[in-house]
């Protein structure tokens, strides 16, 4: 089951009264998901931030990365970070770009059926894990799998914007306000 949280511990900001480009990106975010959901809302205490957060994931949405490895990089950290929203967020979305929902559990411990995108799984699970200290050989290996040193830097920045919002959203503890999905508990640090 997901992590369910009933009070959060950093309020997120009234919508309502966010002016500016924090406005915008609220409106925005609106516009997209049908909701002025929580990790938006949180992120708009700090205005800069979530200009550069979202910033950052519209620059790599159009990186050379597919949007399928993108999610399953994203479900995959957020499985490693305990972080439940994430997985939340990320499981619907690696469902929309065509993994199945009963394949979500394995996505979250690492796991993808297709070498390929595990490869770039692996190499992103790897760098999240050695804090980028990784090794020629998973250097070696996942260019083997085919991926360009530009994708490789994606697959990093990846990780980086993934495990920020993970940190985020841990600390933050916001209410998961997306529809369930069949997910394992998160695991949170003790």
Do not use: W
């Not at 409106?27 to 929580?38: P, Y």
């Not at 708009?44 to 519209?58: I, K, M």
């Not at 999240?128 to 920045?157: F, K, N």
């Amino acid at each position: 089951m997901n992590q369910v949280s009933t009070i959060p511990r950093i309020e997120p900001s009234n919508p309502d009264e966010a002016t500016g480009k924090a406005r915008e990106i609220l409106d925005q975010s609106k516009a997209k998901f049908g909701a002025h959901l929580n990790f938006f809302t949180t992120l708009a205490n700090a205005p800069a931030v979530l200009d550069g957060y979202t910033g950052l994931s519209q620059a790599l949405s159009e990186g050379g990365l597919s949007p399928k490895i993108r999610e399953e990089i994203a479900v995959s950290v957020s499985g490693r970070n305990a972080c439940g929203y994430c997985q939340t967020a990320h499981g619907h979305a690696a469902r929309a770009q065509g993994v199945p929902t009963a394949e979500l559990p394995d996505l979250i411990a690492g796991q993808v059926s297709d070498a390929n995108e595990q490869a770039a799984v692996t190499f992103a699970l790897q760098v999240l894990e050695t804090r980028g200290q990784v090794s020629a050989e998973d250097l070696a290996a996942v260019r083997a799998a085919g991926y360009s040193d530009g994708e490789i830097l994606e697959i990093i920045a990846h990780v980086a914007m993934t495990f920020f919002s993970n940190a985020l959203n841990n600390v933050s503890d916001p209410v998961i306000d997306l529809p369930a999905l069949p997910l394992p508990a998160a695991k949170k640090a003790a």
